[in-house]
């Protein structure tokens, strides 16, 4: 994500899943590239494999990511469980005017990901 530019555009992509939201503002003239981490408590040596979201796990994540979207007016989330819900649902009580775009997606790379967002927004 580092050779992206600092630029704000009004479209953006955010690919999140329980650990990390990636974030990027697309548009005609560059790309800018953020990340939200989640805040997790250590895990217990005798605990199971992770399966809840961050959401449960840190309170503030979603609303973190949220802060971090406010430039944009159009986003595009995709992810593979259960967090994009989750942020869909909260930007869709805190942020009526965002225009929502939601898929499932594995993890790709930073690259697929902007490319899914020219795509969707049509800024090829």
Partial sequence: MSDMTTQIHS?????????????????????????????????RLDCKAHTGSAVNDDPTFVVRVGR??????????????????ELMNFLRVN???LTLHVET????????????GRKIFRLD
């Fill in 11 to 43: 479209h953006a992509v955010v690919w999140i899943d329980h650990l990390i939201a990636k974030i990027f503002s697309i548009g005609l003239t560059g790309v800018s590239a953020t990340a939200v981490r989640a805040h997790l408590a250590p895990q």
């Fill in 68 to 85: 971090a979207l406010s430039s944009c007016t159009d986003l595009l989330i995709i992810g593979p469980g259960t967090e994009k819900t």
């Fill in 95 to 97: 942020r009526p005017d």
């Fill in 105 to 116: 997606s594995n993890p790709p790379t930073d690259r697929e990901i902007v490319a899914v």
